[in-house]
């Protein structure tokens, strides 16, 4: 059957698919359609053909979905940031599990694995302490529109602490009042391109503001409206120098501005230093439950030696040394190694050592001299484990690997590669650390045959 744009069908839609649009199907063939959600029966315009799939938005509602709600978020529709604001928590978190159960079936064929329910909260609003926001010309502070260069601007978002609201508030009034206007980036004008903020458990905030120049005027002026405000309490200010147009967010160059050099946060007992450039998990409510789930999967005695690749600023090395004789924390950015380091003397631990080098070349100069990994932790990116890695691994022959992930299809295919390489996949733990998104991470146990 031949398609036209602009035709409408009848769709049921019967998933959601990886960047939140509803999946239907019409004479097989499928559709992916914005503003629908699992369950909906929608009339569908179609708005671009594919040769496997069209894509399509819901011009009305036929029968509205048992799990569809209200959102909470003013600018659900227009905004990119979440795509799941609609659809009832709990079938977000059926969702998350079975894309997690898909994705190691159909690009890892793994068939026997164990997967868990995915462990939600109690309350999954304002969870962010971490928020990124674009600045646009106007003065417009907000999130893109999905698939978009083009600006929501947000007063209030629900996701991140409310601290963050204050902070956009205050910002916007320093623009206004001193005429420094954001970063127009169809002309490749204006100043001010993002803002990052960030905030602790104590709910002391690190603001960065980054900007296309050196240039940022009336500093002083920012920094007296954002110490000055009762509503929230600052610590830190920074500027960061980005004049690349790219997609990366930050620059190279960072001048303080006011307080001091880095945050103090805390995982469970433990304190880390987090500087403007640190990944630090957004979500330290479930970055507990994370962490937990691999101290559990590793089964420690006390006896092991234990390599932590992809480890950052220490933040798995130093939670799990209480339950292993050594750690060895392998990390490839000399600032966040600099930082693991800071944090192992602020912790006063003293089992842990933190190695600077790409882990596939570390791992085996561990080997070389001797040392026995009993069992190894990965968090890498999105992209997953280089392949290198992945050899160095096998070849280092752990009993017990433990994998956190943020991308199930990469966790997937890494996955497969150790299978094939002599171990098996025990059970994975999708977290939810990122509510009313389509973003899971997991924690898979895998074990030596």
Do not use: W
Request: hydrophobic letters at 35%; one cysteine or more; a neutral charge.
């Amino acid at each position: 059957m031949e398609f036209e744009i602009g035709e409408k069908l009848e769709l049921e839609i019967v998933d959601i698919n990886s960047e939140g649009m509803g999946v239907g199907k019409y004479d097989g063939f499928t559709f992916f359609v914005e503003g629908a959600t699992i369950g909906d029966r929608v009339l569908c315009e179609i708005i671009k053909l594919k040769k496997n799939f069209g894509i399509g938005k819901a011009v009305d509602i036929i029968k509205e979905s048992p799990y569809r709600v209200a959102s909470k978020c003013e600018y659900f529709g227009q905004c990119g940031g979440c795509e799941l604001h609609n659809l009832r928590y709990d079938k977000q978190l059926e969702l998350k599990t079975n894309l997690v159960k898909n994705k190691l079936e159909r690009i890892g064929k793994l068939e026997d694995v164990i997967v868990k329910s995915t462990i939600g909260m109690d309350y999954p609003y304002r969870y962010r302490y971490k928020g990124e926001f674009k600045v646009g010309k106007n003065y417009q502070i907000g999130y893109f529109k999905r698939g978009t260069h083009e600006i929501c601007p947000v007063e209030k978002s629900i996701i991140q602490k409310t601290t963050a609201d204050v902070v956009i508030k205050i910002i916007k009034e320093y623009m206004n009042k001193y005429k420094v206007d954001g970063y127009d980036r169809k002309t490749k004008k204006g100043t001010i391109k993002n803002i990052i903020i960030r905030t602790n458990r104590d709910n002391q905030v690190m603001v960065i503001v980054v900007t296309k120049s050196e240039k940022l005027p009336h500093k002083e002026g920012l920094i007296g409206l954002l110490t000055n405000n009762d509503e929230i309490q600052v610590v830190s200010i920074y500027q960061n120098i980005n004049s690349k147009d790219t997609s990366v967010v930050l620059g190279p160059k960072d001048i303080k501005l006011y307080g001091e050099d880095r945050l103090i946060d805390y995982i469970g007992e433990y304190k880390f230093l987090i500087s403007p450039k640190s990944f630090f998990q957004v979500n330290p409510i479930q970055t507990e439950v994370l962490y937990s789930k691999v101290i559990e999967y590793l089964n420690l005695t006390g006896n092991e030696t234990v390599a932590d690749l992809y480890c950052g600023i220490g933040t798995i090395s130093l939670y799990i040394s209480k339950y292993a004789k050594k750690v060895y924390g392998v990390e490839v950015v000399k600032e966040a190694i600099d930082d693991a380091n800071e944090n192992k003397k602020l912790n006063k631990v003293d089992n842990v050592e933190f190695i600077l080098g790409k882990s596939e070349d570390v791992l085996p100069k561990l080997n070389s001299q001797s040392i026995k990994i009993d069992a190894i932790v990965v968090d890498p990116p999105r992209k997953g484990l280089d392949r290198t890695l992945i050899d160095s691994i096998l070849e280092a022959n752990p009993e017990k690997i433990v994998y956190v992930s943020c991308n199930p299809s990469t966790l997937a295919r890494d996955l497969r590669y150790l299978v094939e390489g002599g171990y098996k996949v025990v059970e994975a733990q999708p977290v939810d650390m990122f509510p009313h998104t389509m973003h899971v991470e997991c924690v898979v146990e895998i074990q030596k045959v």
